[in-house]
């Protein structure tokens, strides 16, 4: 059964600081990952999507890798902004028929101005 | 092109009732998948409809039922509510069920008390 983990739970870091959200997954047959982000009480914002043939996506001052071997994605978010505020959930696609989302648990980063 | 819209935003419901929500999928989407977000946690998949029929559920009980109508748009049925239901309810659409990028609407907050 795949299951997925987010460390750490909860990151608070000055504005201007470069960071990292990792995210592993116990099954590497995954179809692709991908990272959401999420603001209190609302829904899901697709952030990045890295395919299972891909190694990394960038998108601005976001750059997520995957290591399917080693069942690990990181995000990396360069100089960082309060607006980055939010809990950021990374998901994989099972590679089965209907594609489902298996979420991890979420980081949730502050940036303090 | 509209994105995906859900209906009500929230719900306060007392134990033992029955609910639905109702999720118009994106233009041209003909699959949607729903998920529970318990506070704090990460999206769970609960089924998948495509083309009207269930296309694959997840660990949900029976009292967890759905619709798809001939537009696409779905309803979501809670029978009997328990205080453990409350929770943010996702719906996603998609293109096709399998493979395709899931849109995600801004959800239904529900509270059980």
């Known amino acids: 059964k795949q299951e997925v983990t987010q460390i750490p739970a909860a990151l608070s870091v000055p504005e201007g600081e470069n960071l990292v959200l990792n995210c592993s997954f116990t099954?590497?047959?995954?179809?692709?990952l991908q990272w959401f982000r999420q603001d209190p009480g609302k829904g899901l914002t697709s952030l990045l999507l890295?395919?299972?043939?891909?190694r990394e996506q960038t998108s601005g001052r976001l750059n997520a890798s995957l290591d399917k071997s080693s069942g690990r994605s990181t995000l990396y978010i360069a100089a960082s902004q309060p607006g980055d505020s939010a809990t950021y959930l990374c998901?994989?696609?099972?590679?089965?028929?209907?594609?489902?989302?298996?979420f991890g648990q979420g980081t949730t980063l502050q940036v303090k101005p | 092109e509209t994105g995906v819209t859900q209906s009500p935003t929230h719900l306060i419901k007392t134990r033992g009732q029955q609910v639905t929500l109702r999720c118009s999928s994106q233009?041209?989407?003909?699959?949607v998948s729903w998920y529970q977000q318990a506070l704090g946690q990460g999206p769970q998949f609960i089924f998948q409809?495509?083309?009207?029929?269930?296309?694959g559920r997840g660990n949900f009980p029976p009292r967890f039922s759905g619709l798809q109508f001939p537009n696409y748009s779905s309803e979501l049925n809670v029978n009997a509510l328990e205080l453990d239901d409350s929770a943010l309810y996702l719906c996603?659409?998609?293109?096709?069920?399998?493979?395709?990028?899931?849109?995600f609407g801004p959800g239904t907050r529900l509270l059980v008390l």
């Open positions: 099954d590497s047959a995954i179809y692709n």
């Open positions: 998901a994989v696609m099972d590679s089965g028929n209907t594609g489902k989302l298996i």
């Open positions: 233009s041209g989407h003909n699959t």
């Open positions: 996603a659409s998609s293109l096709g069920p399998g493979k395709e990028t899931q849109y």
């Open positions: 890295i395919q299972s043939s891909q």
């Open positions: 409809y495509y083309r009207e029929e269930e296309n």
